[in-house]
């Protein structure tokens, strides 16, 4: 009796872990002086909790949708993912990374790869701005949010078997942190040490934010953590951000209708890309 009764109440216990979340990420509908349509979601990549996108809103516009741009498609090939960033970061000699950081940051810094487990020689291996992402993967990590949980992973299922166009892809979007000047790459790793004891909080508020489709709250975090820095700004969202209209703009004159899904901060704010095809005539309207 016991033994039933406990499976019982394992069995509720992870359901209620399991639980998943009614997200309504912001959505827009974009129409163009000549008949173009495109629909824009902003994504969220990591979720500590599994969610579900259904809604009279995203339905139609995965129905109507002729097909799908994404900034990298190949999300669950993590092989080739770890072996492009391998390729890109690795070297073979560098500075210890601790000599790398600003002197304020080298005991927090210490302090997080204590925490992590994360052996410094390891990152010292790498190149200044891999070492930074893989810092802020471990403290992601740690805060339990979980990539499979990611919203760009949903659309991805839902839109299967219509064509799939991506901005980037893995290994032009790794290119943008390797192109980075060395000043500019130790400002990355300085902007993850320093936003790390902030970042649970921050992080919480971003998935809290994207879950209700709460502009405001979005926009308020458009200049915070890495985009605080002016020049990474402008390195990884606002020079991405026009890159990427000058690929929508012959998609839509093509006559595509594609479903675009991309980071939520990309679409929201004056640099947005919400705000940029507004500025080029077209009718963006708030779907959900």
């Known amino acids: 009796m ?21 997200a309504r990420p912001a959505l827009w509908q974009v129409d163009g002086p000549n008949g173009e349509r495109a629909w824009l979601l902003g994504t969220i990549h990591a979720l500590p909790m599994p969610i579900s996108l259904d809604s009279p809103a995203f ?31 690795a070297v073979s000699s560098a500075q210890p990374i601790e000599d790398r950081a600003n002197p304020a940051d080298r005991p927090p810094l210490a302090k997080l790869l204590a925490d992590a487990k994360i052996p410094p020689d390891r990152l010292s291996q790498m190149e200044t701005w891999a ?23 949903l659309v991805l299922k839902a839109m299967r078997g219509k064509p799939l166009t991506e901005f980037e892809g893995a290994e032009r979007q790794l290119a943008i942190f390797d192109a980075l000047p060395e000043t500019e790459q130790r400002d990355l790793l300085s902007a993850v040490i320093r936003s790390a004891q902030n970042a649970p909080a921050d992080g919480l508020r971003l998935q809290q934010a994207w879950l209700s489709g709460d502009i405001a709250a979005l926009e308020s975090l458009d200049h915070q953590g890495l985009l605080a820095d002016p020049e990474l700004r402008e390195a990884l969202l606002v020079r ?24 939520a901060l990309h679409l929201v704010g004056k640099d947005g890309l919400v705000a940029q095809l507004q500025a080029k005539g077209f009718k963006v309207s708030r779907q959900q």
């Open 240 to 263: 991405r951000n026009s890159a990427w209209i000058a690929q929508l703009l012959p998609m839509l004159q093509r006559g595509e209708q594609p479903l675009v899904a991309v980071g």
């Open 131 to 153: 070492a930074a992402l893989a810092l802020g993967q471990a403290i992601s990590a740690r805060s339990g949010d979980d990539s499979g949980n990611g919203a760009d992973r």
């Open 59 to 89: 339905d139609r516009a995965i129905t109507q949708a002729s097909g799908l741009v994404v900034e990298v498609a190949a999300l669950e090939d993590d092989k080739r993912t770890a072996l492009i960033f391998h390729k890109l970061s």
């Open 2 to 22: 016991f033994s039933r009764l406990a499976a019982a109440l394992l069995a509720l216990l992870l359901a209620a872990c399991q639980q998943i979340e009614n």
